[in-house]
T-cell receptor
């Protein structure tokens, strides 16, 4: 079974601080996606990265795909209470297979005012 | 443009019963996938349908089944419910294999 490990599992910081969330695997992804989920709702797609070394920015969020396409990170600058939520990474394996997207277990992020 | 619609939002069932959940994808999306989300296991892939054909299936027992209709709407069925089937069941649609998913708000199933 291929695994996607996210860290940290929980993170609580003050408004205005910076943070980084990591997503790692021993296998290679063909693509990786980041989602944000709020209580009682489904995940919402933030970004898709496809090319090794790719960096994408979405306002205060910066997403990076590792050169070897085995890992990714999400960096939030000057976090705000509205950033609170469950952040999920999800990968499609380069070897294909019948497993759909594999999700990490997520990072529960709380930004305190 | 309407999003992915899942019905019902909440459901309480008794052990041994069966349940059917419904999903209407975004118009024009022919791929529909189902995921189970629990606090302990996170999101786990159930199955994916494209043009009424099951393309992929996750590692779940045969009690979990699904289908897709010609209008791309999908249903999933769980028979002989167990307490451990209590979860948020999420449906997601996408335009193609290289696109990200759009998720519905889910159906919260509680088995008592």
């Amino acid at each position: 079974t291929q695994l996607l490990e996210q860290s940290p599992q929980f993170l609580s910081i003050q408004e205005g601080e910076n943070l980084t969330v990591y997503c790692n695997s021993s296998s290679v992804f063909s693509s990786l996606q980041w989602y944000r989920q709020e209580p009682g709702e489904g995940p919402v797609l933030l970004v898709t990265v496809v090319t090794g070394g790719e960096v994408k920015k979405l306002k205060r969020l910066t997403f990076q795909f590792g050169d070897a396409r085995k890992d990714s990170s999400l960096h939030i600058t000057a976090a705000q209470p509205g950033d609170t939520g469950l952040y999920l990474c999800a990968g499609a394996w380069a070897g294909g297979g019948a497993d759909g997207l594999t999700f990490g277990k997520g990072t529960h992020l709380i930004i305190q005012p | 443009k309407a999003g992915v619609t899942q019905t019902p939002r909440y459901l309480i069932k008794t052990r041994g019963q069966q349940v059917t959940l419904s999903c209407s994808p975004i118009s024009g999306h022919r791929s529909v996938s189902w995921y189970q989300q629990t606090p302990g296991q996170g999101l786990q892939f159930l199955f994916e349908y494209f043009s009424e054909t099951q393309r992929n299936k996750g590692n779940f027992p045969g009690r979990f089944s699904g289908r897709q209709f010609s209008n791309s709407r999908s249903e999933m069925n769980v028979s002989t419910l167990e307490l451990g089937d209590s979860a948020l069941y999420l449906c997601a649609s996408r335009q193609g294999a290289s696109n990200g998913y759009t998720f519905g708000s889910g159906t919260r199933l509680t088995v008592v």
